[in-house]
């Protein structure tokens, strides 16, 4: 079974400043897909950023972008120039694909991040 | 386009009460994914849907949880009866098929006392 371990349960960050948020997993595959969701108090998860495991370089939209580090297993965030909407509860996701059966896709546990003025 | 409707937004039970979600996904989108998320956790997936067929339910509770898709669009979970470490938020998601990216709804939080 796949897990996936964020160790940082809060962060905040000045406004304009630069955050990055770990997210490491365990997997046996070879072949997945790793996303970052953002969950603000509406409660709704927003995709933030998708990496696909077989491409080597890292994603990367507008400020946000990743650092994937397929044999470390490690897939970081990095929000440049954070702006208060970026305040939020963020998601690291894993997913693997299991032909017709479909995907499955597993969370994190979540880092709360706060925006400070 | 419009993106994945729930309802209600919340609802507040009693033990041992049944209580029932609804879902309406994006149109077109094959599959739909229930998913419970426990306070401070990541969601976890209940059940999901191909079309109205089930494509896993691994992780459903079936002694007290149910789910339908009906005629292959919209989705209802139910909880009977209802336990207080059931208090959660439900979310439901869809996407255009298996290996595409999943759009979320704003979730139902209930609450069981």
């Known amino acids: 079974a796949q897990t996936v371990t964020q160790s940082q349960p809060e962060m905040s960050v000045q406004e304009a400043e630069t955050v990055t948020l770990s997210c490491t997993y365990d997997t046996s595959e070879s072949n997945y897909y790793l996303f970052w969701y953002k969950q603000p108090p509406s409660r709704q998860m927003i995709l933030v950023i998708r990496q696909e495991a077989y491409k080597q370089q890292n994603a990367t939209e507008n400020r946000f972008s990743v650092n994937f580090q397929k044999a470390a297993k490690s897939f970081s965030l990095k929000i440049s120039d954070s702006q208060l909407g970026d305040t939020a509860m963020y998601f690291c996701?894993?997913?693997?694909?299991?032909?017709?059966?479909?995907?499955?896709?597993?969370f994190g546990g979540g880092t709360r991040l706060m925006v400070k003025p | 386009e419009a993106g994945v409707a729930q309802s209600p937004r919340y609802k507040i039970i009693e033990k041992r009460q049944s209580v029932a979600f609804w879902c309406n996904p994006i149109s077109g989108h094959a599959t739909l994914y229930w998913y419970q998320q426990i306070l401070g956790q990541g969601p976890k997936l209940l059940i999901q849907f191909q079309n109205n067929g089930v494509v896993d339910d691994s992780q459903l509770p079936k002694d007290r949880f149910s789910a339908e898709r009906l005629k292959g669009v919209d989705s209802t979970l139910k909880i009977q009866p209802a336990k207080l470490e059931d208090s959660a938020v439900y979310l439901c998601?869809?996407?255009?098929?298996?290996?595409?990216?999943?759009?979320f709804g704003n979730g139902t939080r209930l609450t069981v006392t």
């Open positions: 996701a894993f997913m693997k694909q299991r032909g017709n059966a479909g995907n499955m896709l597993t």
């Open positions: 998601a869809s996407s255009l098929d298996w290996y595409s990216p999943l759009h």
